[in-house]
């Protein structure tokens, strides 16, 4: 069962990788000590395999989720279009 909590760790991870080249500031290690499949060494992020397929798998579960409610509601409102 995909969870927002998952994703939001996923982004949080991108995010210091993407702005901090996957440093973490003393500051920042609260974040990421709750991340299962994320290791800090030093100052540095580590991310296991496991981390890497999990976020594909809740990733594609949450937005085949999301697809579907957008199917199911356009299909409502071209119902109520129609009458």
């Known amino acids: ?7 939001d760790g996923l982004r949080i991870v991108r995010n210091q990788f993407t ?3 996957g440093h973490v500031s003393d ?5 990421f ?3 299962s499949g994320v290791t800090l ?6 991310v296991s395999d ?4 999990d976020s594909l798998n ?3 579960t949450y937005l085949h989720a999301v697809a579907l409610a957008m199917d199911k509601l356009l299909r409502a409102n071209t119902t109520n279009e129609d009458e």
């Not at 069962?1 to 994703?7: A, D, E, Q």
């Not at 500051?27 to 974040?31: D, H, S, T």
């Not at 496991?50 to 397929?53: E, L, R, S, T, Y």
């Open 50 to 53: 496991d981390f890497i397929w």
């Open 58 to 60: 809740h990733a594609q």
């Open 1 to 7: 069962m995909p969870s927002f909590k998952y994703l």
């Open 41 to 46: 060494v030093g100052s540095e992020i580590f």
């Open 19 to 21: 702005h901090s080249g």
């Open 33 to 35: 000590k709750n991340i």
């Open 27 to 31: 500051k920042q290690r609260k974040l």
